[in-house]
């Protein structure tokens, strides 16, 4: 299904789960709090179980189950590993102006994360935990950059709705999502099920057949442009907690 593989030792999310342990003892030892994905998530869930939102029939949850388990096989580490070097950019923000990789690390580590459109429940609960967490990344060093691949109206769309405050940069050509191993094409059942289930239509978001995502995922790159924290999931669900994030700064 999708075209983007690797072969890359899953180590990352080991990583990810240690700065977690270390970033619950930073924070009880600095009282400091920080926005929880996993305790959002959970509320989410839970207000889902209680009857509102679409409801999914069996056989369109098979195909989502499918599509899911298909990407997991065909990209059983996706994304950069720490120590790799961050593939440098140039991608439009929200507003038309031009955003650099090596623009951003000139003035100081940056926190990229990859999402797949304004659209997504997953993504904006993982956002909107990120936009509270700015000052403690900022304090930590960091600079926070999304990259999605939904044209720069629906992102202006989103920043005006909720107020994000970080630059949301667009991959229109999906060269970025591709350079970091994250770049993955939709299944056209899948898209079905968007359809028929949450009236959701993909070019509506990325622009004319363009029926591509990226695997969710969040790297901090120091100066240098090495990767030194990578956290990358093809179950979408699942997201680096902010806490590992101002960990992994506070660490460089």
């Known amino acids: 299904m999708p075209t983007q593989t690797s072969t890359r030792p899953r180590t990352r999310l080991a990583s990810a789960a240690c700065l977690l342990m270390l970033a619950g003892g930073a924070a009880a030892a600095d009282d400091t709090s920080l926005p929880s994905y996993q305790q959002a998530l959970d509320a989410f869930q839970a207000e889902r179980a209680a009857g509102t939102g679409p409801k999914v029939s069996p056989e369109d949850r098979a195909v989502m189950d499918q599509a899911e388990a298909d990407l997991a096989v065909s990209m059983p580490s996706p994304g950069l590993a720490v120590g790799e070097q961050a593939p440098g950019f140039s991608l439009t923000d929200a507003r038309g102006e ?21 659209w997504c429940p997953y993504c904006n609960l993982q956002l909107r935990g990120l936009s509270q967490s700015l000052p403690a990344i900022e304090a930590a060093g ?97 997201r680096v907690e902010p806490e590992a994030i101002v960990a992994a700064l506070k660490g460089l």
């Not at 600079?143 to 989103?158: C, F, G, I, Y």
Request: net charge negative.
């Open 98 to 118: 031009t955003v650099t990789l090596a623009g951003l690390l000139v003035n100081g580590p940056v926190v990229l994360t990859f999402y797949r459109g304004a």
């Open 142 to 238: 960091g600079q926070l950059v999304a990259v999605t691949p939904q044209t720069p109206d629906k992102s202006l769309e989103q920043v005006t709705r909720d107020g994000f405050p970080f630059p949301i940069l667009s991959d229109l050509d999906a060269t970025v999502m591709r350079a970091y191993g994250l770049y993955f094409e939709v299944p056209a059942a899948l898209s079905d099920v968007y359809r028929r289930n949450f009236d959701l239509e993909l070019a509506a978001y990325n622009g004319a057949e363009r029926e591509v995502l990226p695997v969710p995922a969040t790297y901090v790159i120091d100066r240098d442009g090495v990767v030194r924290f990578a956290f990358a999931d093809t179950d979408y669900r699942r």
